[in-house]
């Protein structure tokens, strides 16, 4: 009988030998919170082991992960002064200039840039008197945001505002000023989801009216969807992305095949807290749910998987 699948199945020896998919440490990115509005670590609805913290905290947290070898991490600041324009960006600053000075190369620490952390109304840009899109001056904020995190010394930009021609506008005032080494990792293909959740919770930037669905794509949408990655890549992403990851999985290889560029998927929030909160209740377990999830990304074409499970991904048997 011409059975082949259960003859390559004997044991874990050979089940191990047939693996098509595996990954490395460096290939998981870890989100952190950093926020001038907390003093003590907050916890994070559906996400454990993850925290929103002052600067102090995030330092030590970072100690303690790299004792896992955890090193790829994506930094989101949070502010306490929301403004309509004319954001300041001392803490921002701080909070990047603080973890790099501390960690040097020894971290990879990417910078989640947006204006929905900064904005008193909580939207990824700015509007103008007709409350309208200002996209002009969305583009310009972004870049300015970007270039103050590049002299901070951050080590790579990620726009996830959604802003059509944001990557040109960031990568041109980057290079304007020498920072021409520093990557761009566009969020390239983002829906408006309700997996964001327990995201907008922590990052502090739920919008005051209305919904992300004037900048966001219609999750309805494939071919917009690629277009949106085509776009980035036109304007010099270096690396591409979808997210919600997980429910993005049929967008990545077409996204690679018309650029040529590596494309990674964000478990979001609510993604990952839909995983935990199941096996709180015993529904399944954790660890293997959980590496089951990065596997099917990864098999769906993902280059690399930013996850809240980043940290403890040790406990899961990922080599370095
Ligand atoms: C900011 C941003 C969001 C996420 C990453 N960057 C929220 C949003 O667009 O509303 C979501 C990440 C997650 O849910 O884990 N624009």
Redesign the pocket.
Known sequence: MNNILMRLKKNNILRNMCVETTFLKDQLIQ?IFVSENVNEKKNIPGIPNNYVMNIKDSLTQIENDLKDKCRNYLI?IVPSNKKEIDFNLDFQQKAISKIKETFKDEIFLWA?V?L?SMTSHGH?CVFDKNKNIDLKSSLSYLSKVAVSYAEAGIDGISP??MMDGRTYAIRKALDNINYNLIPIMS?ST?FASN??G???YA?D?TPAFGD?KQY?LDFRNKSEAIRASVRCYNEGADFLMV?PGQGSIDLIEPIKKKTGLMVGA?Q???E?AGITLAAEKKLFNLDEALLESWHVMKRAGAQFIITYGARKSKDLGISE
């Open positions: 989100p989101f989640d947006c929905c990824c996830s505002d969020y983002k997996f964001y327990p995201f907008r990052a930037s992300r966001q997210k964000y979001v929030s609510g990952y």
